[in-house]
DNA sequence: ACTTGGATAGAAAGCGCTTGCTGCAACGCT
DNA sequence: AGCGTTGCAGCAAGCGCTTTCTATCCAAGT
């Protein structure tokens, strides 16, 4: 039926042993014994039964990549990098591994799940991404997870995920709470003083750092914040869009909306628009993430930049073992603010 | 160390066959047994060892979804819809797959090398999504590939992608060439007589069936082409930027352009708007797949709307077996014109 | 010339699970 | 009462690889 490595012994004219040597590379073997089973190898189009080796060798190469939305391009664009630095292909040869990433929807018992699927696989590293939900029940049952799978050999990476001290994990942290804060400062150094904000899920970390920071802002400029003036959502522009209405039905005087992120911010946009109101000359717009699209808003979108290619390059490196945790396991990324034209100083 | 399956048998008092038995599911066992079972299992923490399994059942659980650029939501929707319907987390329980994705960035080799590596893992299923490179040694090495793979009992599914008829997988086309040739007879209809082109990157199946249907409509009305309008380049808005430019260099008297895609479409708009042209008073501008921001475009954008969701979806169930092919094997799923404000009659 | 040791290659024992086949009650039939 | 069924459970043989341990060969050491 299928090729098998006894096979391409037999062809070889060696033994199984040998072949599984040349195939891993970590054995001596002569110079003129490897090239004639490569060439077997070649002729017969051996291909190594993954399943196999894993059960044997007590380790695979899969490598899970965990994200919660994977049409949004900030999720994308890490996986992206996390999975070319995991090699798979484009990697320098040899440890050919296959980073997978799934879709959690955001939804914690998906969430859950992928990482049993990854745990049966006994998956090599996994790398989390992105905000976690911040429900109890469910921070515990994660961290008894991921000390589970640390247990069993499979390295833990967070990135842009506050770090889990339970479990030991390697974390990659965006600062959101710091980024939130300079956002709304730059706002308020333009003369905003009734600004609304349009958060992200509740219950989840990224929303409440970057509440935090917004609020934290507020008050050290002696801001006195309106209940009314937050809201929130869900990380799309629908939402977007929905809660600006709602803002501007509630306080109709705001001079700025902070968006939870760039998507949201672009649906505050067309809200305004539809209102009949200019930005930034009625209203001023922030978003967050600075993803591609933002730069093509109109005006141009004040946001706050995260590297996420480069802490996603990094997270990957970390799960391949390829550079060095940051000390204490616990590593801080900054945004840097990008002052667009979607933020001016205020009417009057 | 870890449990096995040993372990939970010996704590229910049964047979390894019999836990095997009740995990999986496929073969009568006592009520009072099972629940016995399940109890240990539970007590025990245990979880499956996959490559074992897979071993022994010469079957894996694991479904590949290629995608040329995870950072592009176009890829990202589909791929979020096939692996929704993959199930893993979230599908009905029993048949749990892990869907996973990996991406190729739109690189022939990794293409391969990831094909080659979910034959390894002996695949259960695998979905290409987006447009093939049309280099003729690389499409015969993706077709032995896949026809290897397709012996071995791995469902291909195509989706978004040409039929490959030599092997003999499902495919879900997208009509590039009906819907390119849609949105340019649109612009004609407007008036406009000389439209740009911004393609995607040659030897590609999608941008030449996109350009083939703009072809296909200037020829229909008499149109003559000047080579000069059409600019190659990438699937992004940096390429569009660029590439407007030079279109604008070669001919400052075009009134259109149409984009091989909504990124490149919004990179057009702002090379437009920085070189002082008004969207669509001087020059009108189309693009193609209506990703969720080209609505907040200013103006929006016109552009063929591509059931990505829907057809990633179908991919999903064809995938999985849960959904009966489309006869013949292939299906054309067509785009829906969507007239926005960014296209208008040419001045004058 | 004889021992020692380095360099390779092979034999064989699993890795943890699945499954065809066998075993054995309890059951219903004539 | 005798016997074929039916329903569950266990035995044991692998699945295709890795890896420890052992065997062999040859160059070098004394």
Redesign the pocket.
């Known amino acids: 039926?299928?090729v098998?490595?006894?096979d391409v012994a037999a062809r070889a004219?060696?033994?199984?042993?040998?072949v599984?040597?040349v195939?891993?590379g970590?054995?001596?073997?002569?110079a003129?014994?490897r090239e004639r089973v490569l060439r077997a190898v070649d002729e017969l189009d051996y291909v190594?039964?993954g399943p196999?080796?894993a059960?044997?060798?007590?380790t695979s190469d899969l490598v899970g990549i965990l994200v919660n939305d994977i049409a949004d391009p900030f999720f994308g664009i890490m996986a992206g990098a996390i999975q070319s630095e995991i090699g798979g292909p484009g990697g320098r040869a040899g440890g050919e591994r296959l980073g997978v990433v799934c879709n959690t929807g955001g939804s914690p018992e998906r969430e859950l799940t992928y990482l049993t699927l990854l745990q049966r696989q006994r998956a090599a590293a996994v790398v989390l991404t992105g905000g976690a939900v911040e429900d109890a029940p469910h921070q515990a049952a994660m961290a008894a997870k991921l000390r589970k799978l640390a247990d069993a050999g499979t390295r833990i990476v967070l990135c842009g995920r506050p770090p889990s001290p339970e479990t030991g994990a390697i974390a990659l942290t965006f600062d959101n709470r710091g980024g939130g804060k300079e956002l709304t400062e730059h706002l308020i150094g333009l003369g905003h003083r009734r600004l609304g904000y349009i958060a992200g899920p509740e219950e989840r970390t990224t929303t409440r750092h970057r509440l935090e920071g917004h609020r934290a802002a507020l008050a050290a400029h002696g801001i006195e914040e309106d209940p009314r003036w937050t809201v929130h959502g869900r990380y799309d522009r629908r939402s977007g869009y929905e809660a600006t209405l709602e803002l501007l039905r509630r306080d109709p005087s705001l001079t700025a909306v902070v968006a939870a992120n760039d998507s949201v911010a672009l649906g505050a946009c067309a809200a305004l628009r539809d209102s009949g109101l200019r930005i930034p000359d009625d209203v001023s717009v922030a978003g967050f993430d600075d993803l591609p699209f933002s730069i093509d808003a109109v005006p141009a979108l004040t946001t706050v930049r995260l590297p996420l290619a480069e802490a996603g390059a990094r997270a990957g490196r970390i799960a391949m073992g390829r550079e060095e945790p940051p000390p204490g396991g616990i590593a801080t990324v900054r945004g840097e603010l990008m002052v667009r034209g979607s933020s001016g100083a205020p009417r009057g």
Chains 1, 2 share one sequence.
Do not use: E, F, H, I
């Open positions: 039926m299928t098998t490595l006894a004219q060696v033994s199984p042993a040998t599984s040597r195939l891993n970590n054995y001596p073997v002569a003129s014994t190594l039964n196999a080796s059960l044997a060798a007590a």
